[in-house]
């Protein structure tokens, strides 16, 4: 149950785009398509943006695209804009109805 | 609208017990699994414990298996979390969120903050 491996933090300018990975094993992010994105402002609750790796819930915008090859999943923000500015979570399924969380990593826009 | 209240948070010294509470509204509570989830000042998200629809099933981070209990009241739309022998790394704001049919934590509630200090 070790934390997965995510970039500290990563920045962009409005109108770019950020890749935020996510790396764990072939007991959790390698071993199921169950791999979920969450973004985090301060204070706040965390909020639903990306479940079975690319899937988004009804809401979230297109900009939002997430991907997966072998241990390593990724999020993807196109279009960067000024409310993206905050704290990104992977998760990952880890068999037996569990989970663990990414490290987190700190989108700045710049 | 989907609702999740946590409640029960505080002080506690170490060694302690303290039980959260988390009540829903706003959906069907016996569709879903239910979770806890924690993130300490600063730090990051969690994974705690979760318990299943018709309770048969009960889930558990290492670090809190044999201190933590989860359980469910169906009938008055909540769930709990039992913490015993509190630790100071049990610190932490603890949120309850949903695992609905699009993926696990699809609704969180707006967290209670548990304290472990002398």
């Not at chain 2, 948070?9 to 509470?21: C, D, H, K, N």
């Amino acid at each position: 149950q070790s934390a997965l491996t995510q970039p500290r933090s990563v920045s962009g300018s409005p109108g770019q785009s950020v890749t935020i990975s996510c790396t764990g094993t072939s007991s959790d992010v390698g071993g199921y398509n169950h791999v979920s994105w969450y973004q985090q402002h301060p204070g706040k609750a965390p909020k639903f943006l990306i479940y079975d790796v690319n899937k988004r819930p009804s809401g979230v915008p297109d900009r939002f695209y997430g991907s997966k090859s072998g241990n390593t999943a990724s999020l993807t923000i196109s279009g960067l804009q000024a409310e993206d500015e905050a704290d990104y979570y992977c998760c990952s399924y880890a068999g037996r109805s569990t989970f663990v969380f990414g490290i987190g990593t700190e989108v700045t826009v710049l | 609208e989907v609702q999740l209240v946590e409640s029960g948070g505080g002080l506690v010294q170490p060694g302690g017990s303290l039980r959260l509470s988390c009540a829903a509204s706003g959906f069907t509570f016996t569709n879903y699994w239910m979770n806890w989830v924690r993130q300490a000042p600063g730090k990051a998200l969690e994974w705690v414990a979760n318990i299943k629809q018709d309770l048969s099933e009960k889930n558990y981070v290492d670090s809190v298996k044999g201190r933590f209990t989860i359980s469910r009241d169906n009938a008055r739309n909540s769930v709990y979390l039992q913490m015993n022998s509190l630790r100071a790394e049990d610190t932490a704001v603890y949120y309850c969120a949903t695992w609905g049919s699009d993926g696990p934590f699809d609704f969180w509630g707006q967290g209670t903050l548990v304290t472990v200090s002398s």
